[in-house]
């Protein structure tokens, strides 16, 4: 598998069902962001989990790395028709990498109303 | 506080053609990242810049591609003469000296026919 390779490629839930991405990597991190892309639209920032952290929450969000395993989970809780996008996970090996993003080819969420 | 912003927001070219994106970074923001995806593949960095200083370039696939950022604001990316395979989205990003939190702009969507 590639650096920041996401599972499922695509997933289809019903709105307020939770949705859970996986991704692995492959290199020693700083951290691992995930980002979300609307249709058309930029990438936005949604969380970002240190390597020397398990589990973080930032609203229906919950991110979770095992830095033994290089993988890590989203979980969106409760989801809704406005969250369907695709998501991204990205890792940061810091250092002499600093800001060199490795990227993910992401899964494509889609809620249902 | 203004995103990040990106020119234009698509652009048809001829093969042969030459073509300049240009991306307004937050205002502050040392840091400026390229990027772009191509299709069916991952988001791929392009280059970094700290200020008006190319930082990493590693990611520019050869040398028709040509970025600047004089003066340390906005950037502008060249292609020249573009090909068939530089279609794609390019994005921006930027950051604060030191901050692990990139954002991004809403990108270029390019296409070379």
């Known amino acids: 598998s590639q650096q920041g390779e996401e599972d499922p490629q695509a997933l289809s839930i019903q709105e307020g069902e939770n949705a859970t991405m996986n991704c692995s990597y492959k290199t020693s991190i700083n951290n691992l962001q995930w980002y979300r892309q609307n249709s058309g639209r930029g990438l936005v920032h949604l969380i970002l989990?240190?390597?020397?952290?398990r589990e973080k929450h930032s609203g229906r969000l919950r991110v979770t790395l095992d830095t033994s395993k290089k993988s890590s989970s989203l979980l969106i809780t409760a989801s809704r028709a406005a969250d369907t996008a695709s998501y991204f996970c990205a890792t940061d090996e810091g250092g002499t990498s600093y800001g060199k993003l490795t990227f993910g080819q992401g899964t494509i969420l889609t809620v249902h109303p | 506080e203004a995103g990040v912003t990106q020119f234009p927001s698509h652009s048809v070219i001829e093969k042969g053609q030459t073509v300049t994106l240009r991306c307004d970074p937050i205002?502050?923001?040392?840091?400026l990242y390229w990027y772009r995806r191509v299709m069916g593949k991952e988001i791929k960095f392009l280059l970094h810049?700290?200020?008006?200083?190319?930082?990493?370039e590693s990611g520019m696939p050869n040398n028709r591609f040509l970025a600047e950022r004089t003066g340390g604001t906005y950037s502008t990316l060249k292609v020249q003469p573009a090909e068939l395979e530089d279609s794609g989205v390019y994005f921006c990003?930027?950051?604060?000296?030191?901050?692990?939190?990139?954002?991004f702009g809403s990108g270029t969507r390019l296409t070379v026919v």
């Open positions: 205002s502050g923001h040392d840091n």
């Open positions: 989990i240190r390597s020397n952290e």
């Open positions: 990003a930027s950051s604060v000296r030191g901050s692990y939190g990139y954002t």
């Open positions: 810049f700290v200020k008006e200083s190319k930082q990493d």
